[in-house]
């Protein structure tokens, strides 16, 4: 098969033409670009509209691995990180392209089901597939997807927005991802390939499905968007840490987080307890979460909330921000012993490093 | 340096915020989204427009190599591949998305320098780079470029648009890449490094210009639309006989190509000669031209023809369609002789195979 003919056998038939035009889609996968009526798009926003463009990119070794990801997880989360980015912004997602360069040995089936994956994710948040190109790679696959998506002009929200006395919240748990990589990496592919217990666990399965099929929520997006509430926002796709430093940096102030307010999932407390991890290292530095972490106004923060829940969501105010250079502190538990054995004073901050997620340790 | 630090390095004072705002961009490079007010952009469609959005990728020893390509073509080249994509759909290139994988290994030099040529690429064409990303890779280089551009709905050329008894035409030499990628091949590097004369030649320079600097022609597709007569158009980027067989099956008919119509540069056939290589092979089956092939209403091609001799551009009829299956056929030169050595008779037609580019013969 020529590179046209397996794109048409992987895309034909899986997004119905009416579904498409109701995406905006004039002109989809098959010409040399995609025609598309973005004004037009029934994506809910009303008034003037502004189109948001994303892009991400994972490369085997780097961001997977044959023991790490299914082939199907790869396409699912190549798109899910290009939804967390518009979700970020408080936008809707419309439109992707994807480019995949894929060694010749890896075959046609393997292709398949990186588009299987690709297109549950498109029909789970209701993105057209317009286009994209496959290419022969020597050695590893490569998958970059572009999204567009669309937010009420003037309204996105950016990471620059936070103003000193902001609440600082996240939308859900961070460090599953990271934990889950742990597991799949460590025990995994072997546990899985025995058939045991382990892996079906409920708890294990959590922290593995945290990590193969981020579920990146535009609802919150568009919550925290129209709440007015919400100075600034972020994706956590490298880290709470690097995230958060992100804002402090962009808003040009400091962002304390308390670790007892820290959502922590009682899987990944086991499953760090198990292999001897403290979870505070996957929870700051791990990354991939796709929760949102932003800051509203603080006297909002319980109305912010009590809509999330309303609607079935998560939400965590984690700490505060403060006038100052950029920077990001935690208050650790007031339990936790500082280096010399000795009990931290309450309310004592360390400094949370600005170091970003590194997925393999290169 | 973190991802990015290093992307700021390589992207900041680029492009003048004020220069950007007049192509839409409410927010660039540097956080989760680029948000665009594709509405109001600068870009000369009057009237209802359509987005466009394309992508193409070009992978390290499959599409380069380092004795084919200096850093700075890689990236003005990955740029000017989505170039040609809206303007064969008679489009404005607008907005850039880029993402890179690379080894560690070649250091930040050589990422500026690839981004120095991707930006050489969006000064010539006007567009605005608005984000992307850069992994590490293991092994090889990839870079993603997504691309969007305007046009005015309803009015993109696609491919399915041909008529039977339209003029067939190209709009410039075809070949020529292919040409220029066998020279670098085989006697460019070391030619180069010797410091040789040959390489300085201009008929050998324009050779190797063709495939390293690829000039698509956004003014052609733009001509092409406003003409009104254009029915269906292309870009060579897997060459003239593959564009030719998507044309043909796109449209249900079949185009019958003239050898004597086709333009051939004389540079061209000179390197072809001293290498003996027939020049047929590269105009038919070499890649990344980068030109329009299309088809226009048969009367009116010798005034789209004059439109594009006002603007400076070639525009060269080549052949024409005819009701029937889809097909594509050659009518070779009069004098040349058949498989026998008997001459070909008057109007003898041969088919052309629909087969692709295959850069590097894999």
Chains 1, 2 share one sequence.
Not at 52 to 71: I, N, Y
Not at 82 to 102: F, Q, R
Not at 216 to 237: I, Q, T, Y
Request: glycine fraction near 12%; proline fraction near 4%.
């Amino acid at each position: 098969m020529d590179e046209f003919a397996s794109i048409r056998h992987w895309t034909a038939n899986r997004q119905p033409a009416s579904w498409q035009h109701a995406r905006g889609v004039a002109l989809g996968i098959g010409d040399d670009a995609a025609a598309l009526d973005f004004g037009n798009a029934e994506d809910g926003i009303t008034g003037d509209k502004r189109l948001l463009l994303a892009m991400d990119t994972m490369v085997e070794s780097v961001h997977f691995s044959e023991r790490t990801m299914r082939d199907e997880d790869i396409g699912f989360k190549a798109l899910a990180a290009n939804v967390s980015d518009i979700a970020a912004m408080g936008g809707v997602p419309l439109h992707a392209v994807v480019s995949v360069s894929v060694p010749r040995a890896y075959g046609a089936e393997r292709m398949k089901r990186v588009y299987d994956g690709l297109y549950s994710c498109a029909e789970r948040y209701g993105i057209a597939v317009v286009g994209g190109d496959t290419t022969s790679s020597p050695a590893h696959m490569v998958i970059s997807v572009a999204l567009t998506g669309a937010v009420e002009a003037g309204l996105e929200l950016r990471r620059s927005g936070a103003k000193a006395g902001d609440a600082v919240f996240v939308t859900g748990p961070v460090g599953m991802s990271a934990a889950g990589l742990h597991l799949l990496q460590h025990a995994g592919a072997s546990r899985w390939a025995e058939g045991s217990q382990r892996l079906d666990d409920n708890s294990y399965g959590v922290l593995c499905a945290a990590h193969q099929r981020p579920a990146p929520s535009v609802l919150a997006g568009r919550l925290l968007l129209k709440s007015g509430f919400c100075h600034s926002l972020n994706d956590v796709s490298d880290g709470l840490s690097s995230e958060a430093w992100e804002l402090a940096e962009a808003s040009g102030l400091r962002l304390v987080l308390e670790e007892r307010l820290l959502p922590k999932s009682g899987s990944l407390s086991t499953y760090a307890a198990s292999v001897g991890v403290n979870p505070l290292e996957w929870m700051l530095y791990g990354g991939e979460d796709y929760v949102l972490v932003g800051t509203v106004l603080r006297e909002s923060a319980d109305s912010v909330k009590a809509e999330f829940h309303r609607h079935g969501l998560p939400f965590y105010v984690i700490g505060r921000t403060e006038e100052g250079p950029p920077d990001v502190e935690l208050i650790p538990l007031s339990s936790r012993m500082d280096g010399a054995g000795a009990k931290a004073p309450r309310g004592h901050r360390v400094k949370v490093e600005k170091k970003g997620y590194n997925h393999f340790g290169t």
